[in-house]
């Protein structure tokens, strides 16, 4: 009996061009090139990317399960607003499971992560210095050093998330990244929470290289909690 391929090639193509066009949609939600509230037209954007609004109507149902976007009834979709308590909770509890989890999954075998894990935490530190530095000048902070800041910080977590050999904890984390990475974007209200997220980032590591399980699991624990309360803080100072 000859198996039947359940795609064909035009299916592949098109599923391409709607990551590619996902993609796009993300990076600029992730940028803030749009205010929260606004509009976005399936149309408008398909023009602006010069494809059909097929892959972009596609797209939007993929980000509207990030909670980046929402849509309303015989209107549309739209940037979602700012994070409200409920959902800072929520979001909040479910990193400390995964995060917790993982590094307890992790930490019994640092040996074999702590190399990679001491590349990441060196990249945060540099990513970090260069951001704090160039918010210390005063003035607009570029772009680009506060998204390879953003990227270093992911990269940092997601080394034990890729160590911990388990498919559905990664998969769960991803689902999470670009709420996360939104979050971190909110957070970030001045040098002082580059300088504790990079402290806290130390003590992982520092555990992570010392082979101490509970410590690092602790220090995990402790960093989740640190962002937590500084994204409730300013939440209720905006």
Request: proline content about 4%; overall charge negative; glycine content about 6%.
């Given at each position: 009996?000859?198996a039947?391929?359940?795609?064909?090639?035009?299916d592949?193509?098109?599923?391409g061009?709607?990551?590619?066009?996902?993609?796009?949609?993300?990076?600029m939600?992730?940028?803030?090139?749009v205010?929260?509230?606004?509009?976005?037209?399936?149309?408008?954007?398909?023009?602006?990317?010069?494809?059909?609004p097929?892959?972009v109507r596609?797209?939007?149902?993929?980000?509207?399960?990030?909670?980046?976007?929402?849509?309303?009834?015989?209107k549309g979709?739209?940037?979602?607003?700012?994070?409200?308590?409920?959902?800072?909770?929520?979001?909040?509890d479910?990193?400390?499971?995964l995060?917790?989890?993982?590094?307890?999954?992790?930490?019994?075998?640092?040996?074999?992560?702590?190399?990679?894990?001491?590349?990441?935490?060196?990249?945060?530190?540099?990513t970090?210095d260069r951001?704090?530095?160039?918010?210390?000048?005063?003035?607009?902070?570029p772009?680009?050093?506060t998204?390879?800041?953003?990227?270093a910080?992911s990269?940092f977590?997601?080394?034990i998330?890729?160590a911990?050999?388990?498919?559905?904890?990664?998969a769960?984390?991803?689902?999470?990244?670009?709420?996360?990475?939104?979050?971190?974007?909110?957070?970030?209200?001045?040098?002082?929470?580059?300088?504790?997220a990079?402290?806290e980032?130390?003590?992982?590591l520092d555990a992570?290289?010392?082979?101490?399980?509970?410590a690092?699991?602790?220090?995990?624990?402790?960093?989740?909690?640190?962002?937590?309360?500084?994204?409730?803080?300013?939440?209720?100072?905006?």
């Amino acid at each position: 009996m000859t198996a039947q391929l359940p795609l064909r090639i035009g299916d592949l193509e098109r599923r391409g061009l709607r990551d590619r066009v996902y993609d796009l949609i993300l990076e600029m939600l992730l940028e803030g090139d749009v205010e929260p509230g606004s509009r976005l037209s399936i149309d408008t954007l398909a023009k602006q990317l010069d494809v059909s609004p097929t892959p972009v109507r596609e797209a939007m149902v993929q980000l509207e399960r990030t909670g980046l976007v929402t849509r309303e009834a015989l209107k549309g979709y739209r940037v979602a607003p700012p994070l409200g308590p409920d959902q800072l909770s929520e979001l909040f509890d479910a990193r400390l499971m995964l995060e917790v989890e993982a590094t307890r999954l992790v930490a019994p075998r640092a040996a074999e992560v702590v190399d990679d894990l001491r590349e990441a935490h060196r990249r945060h530190t540099e990513t970090a210095d260069r951001l704090v530095e160039a918010m210390e000048h005063g003035g607009d902070v570029p772009v680009r050093t506060t998204h390879e800041y953003f990227d270093a910080d992911s990269a940092f977590h997601r080394v034990i998330f890729e160590a911990s050999g388990n498919r559905y904890l990664l998969a769960m984390q991803e689902d999470l990244g670009a709420m996360t990475h939104r979050l971190r974007q909110a957070v970030l209200r001045g040098t002082s929470d580059v300088r504790e997220a990079r402290m806290e980032h130390s003590r992982v590591l520092d555990a992570f290289e010392r082979g101490d399980t509970e410590a690092a699991v602790a220090a995990m624990r402790a960093h989740i909690e640190g962002v937590r309360t500084r994204s409730v803080r300013d939440e209720q100072a905006s």
